[in-house]
T-cell receptor, first 111, second 114 residues
Framework: GENVEQHPSTLSVQEGDSAVIKCTYSDSASNYFPWYKQELGKGPQLIID?????GEKKDQRIAVTLNKTAKHFSLHITETQPEDSAVYFCAASRSARQLTFGSGTQLTVLP | ETGVTQTPRHLVMGMTNKKSLKCEQH?????MYWYKQSAKKPLELMFVYSLEERVENNSVPSRFSPECPNSSHLFLHLHTLQPEDSALYLC?????????????FGPGTRLLVL
């Protein structure tokens, strides 16, 4: 089955700097890659997703890139703010029937 | 209410107790999911229901018993749990199990088994 590895497990950045979280996946047939943000005491919320026919997608300060050849995708957050502090999860799916999640990255934005 | 709701938000139970977790989605979706979230581990899919029929059961111990009476409600019945079952239990829903649809999560039930 699919295996998703996520790095780093913790990340601290200064407010205003950029943050990058990377994931690799094992199943070359995977074609849907969402990113979720989980704040303390809440469930994961989708922040951005990308499908295999697209190499990059942006939504304001958030962007995701996908390299299908290398089987990795990354989340980029620019101009980080304290409210960006949370746990971020990547996931991959080949058929949409079952998402395989990474182990999460605790992002801390320091004021 | 909107989105996916879960009750209770927190639950403490002994190993001999029986309790149930409830999930309700107000999004008109056809698929619902139970996940287990343990510290420093990826989310583990437990059960999936599509149109009220169970379609996935990922080798979950029988002490966890799901129930889906209709497409808006999902329950997880718990009995004779072990301390290692302590975790955050998340419910999610999606519009259509067979398509690449986004899953929307509830806030979770924090379970502690003593």
């Amino acid at each position: 089955g699919e295996n998703v590895e996520q790095h780093p497990s913790t990340l601290s950045v200064q407010e205003g700097d950029s943050a990058v979280i990377k994931c690799t996946y094992s199943d070359s047939a995977s074609n849907y890659f969402p990113w979720y943000k989980q704040e303390l005491g809440k469930g994961p919320q989708l922040i951005i997703d990308i499908r295999s026919n697209v190499g990059e997608k942006k939504d304001q300060r958030i962007a995701v890139t996908l390299n299908k050849t290398a089987k990795h995708f990354s989340l980029h957050i620019t101009e980080t703010q304290p409210e960006d502090s949370a746990v971020y999860f990547c996931a991959a799916s080949r058929s949409a029937r079952q998402l395989t999640f990474g182990s999460g990255t605790q992002l801390t934005v320091l004021p | 209410e909107t989105g996916v709701t879960q009750t209770p938000r927190h639950l403490v139970m002994g190993m001999t107790n029986k309790k149930s977790l409830k999930c309700e989605q107000h999004l008109g979706h056809n698929a619902m999911y139970w996940y287990k979230q343990s510290a420093k581990k990826p989310l583990e899919l437990m059960f999936v229901y599509s149109l009220e029929e169970r379609v996935e059961n990922n080798s979950v111990p029988s002490r966890f018993s799901p129930e889906c009476p209709n497409s808006s409600h999902l329950f997880l019945h718990l009995h004779t749990l072990q301390p290692e079952d302590s975790a955050l239990y998340l419910c999610a829903s999606s519009q259509d199990y067979n398509r690449e649809e986004t899953q929307y999560f509830g806030p979770g039930t924090r379970l502690l088994v003593l």
